[in-house]
């Protein structure tokens, strides 16, 4: 969208050589997108802002939606995100802060709903992120969060994303409330994506994500914990899953 968002070299962001190789390995999650899915899509409207969209690995799922808003402060991602799905009409890729005041201009859009997956948490003012979102939306729109969970689980791999925080429901529940958002929806998913970060975080002290270990658990572990969590919420997980209204 000319006139949104301002150009950054990729060096000026911290962490990007490492979160662009990191969602590079994620494109193998096929399963663990299409959970995402079908968790999120039922909430969003035809206008959708995805903040955080990343090199597009979740966009694709989005692309039978009226309008699509794909928001990064990464070039580099966006230039992947463009080489990958091309010049659809109904995409647009957007170099905008989801923090600083330019995102306001999104609006002009018209947005319905916005969808934020495993990005809020990269945010140091993750305040200014959750405002920008109700701002540009109606009375009654829609904001779908995923972020991490249980800040005990903050390890090495948490550091090198760059994640400032994990969450508990307490601060979530009072971030989203200062926003002027409403939960509709709140609660924990990937129970066994729970014990997988522990054990990357406590015991096996790992610095990154392998794609051994992404493919695995995507093919044998997604389907069954998936349909699991369908007849039953998750007591506790890796993520919190947050639907919001705008007031």
């Not at 270990?213 to 997604?222: E, K």
């Amino acid at each position: 969208m000319p006139g949104v968002g301002q150009a950054t070299k990729n060096d000026d962001l911290p962490h990007s050589d490492y979160l662009l190789a990191d969602q590079r390995k994620m494109t193998l999650a096929k399963n663990y997108f299409a959970w995402q899915a079908r968790l999120v899509l039922p909430y969003l409207g035809q206008r959708v802002v995805e903040v955080g969209s990343g090199i597009g690995n979740f966009t694709g799922l989005l692309l039978g939606r009226e309008l699509v808003v794909a928001v990064d402060l990464d070039p580099a991602a966006l230039g992947e995100l463009r080489s990958r799905y091309g010049e659809r009409e109904n995409l647009r890729a957007v170099l905008c802060d989801a923090t600083g005041p330019r995102f306001a201009e999104v609006a002009r859009l018209a947005p319905d709903s916005c969808v934020c997956l495993n990005v809020l948490e990269h945010m140091a003012d993750d305040g200014a992120a959750l405002r920008n979102m109700a701002e540009i939306l109606p009375p009654g729109g829609m904001v779908v969060l995923l972020v991490p969970a249980f800040p005990a689980l903050y390890g090495p791999i948490d550091r090198n994303l760059g994640h400032f925080r994990r969450y508990t429901r307490r601060a979530l529940v009072a971030a989203v409330g200062r926003a002027g958002l409403a939960p509709r929806r709140l609660g924990y998913v990937n129970l066994a994506g729970w014990f997988g970060w522990w054990w990357n975080a406590r015991v096996a002290g790992r610095e990154e994500q392998s794609e051994a270990q992404i493919a695995a658990f995507d093919r044998w572990i997604v389907p069954v914990v998936s349909r699991l969590e369908a007849l039953a919420p998750a007591p506790f997980g890796q993520s919190l899953l947050a639907v919001l209204e705008k007031k």
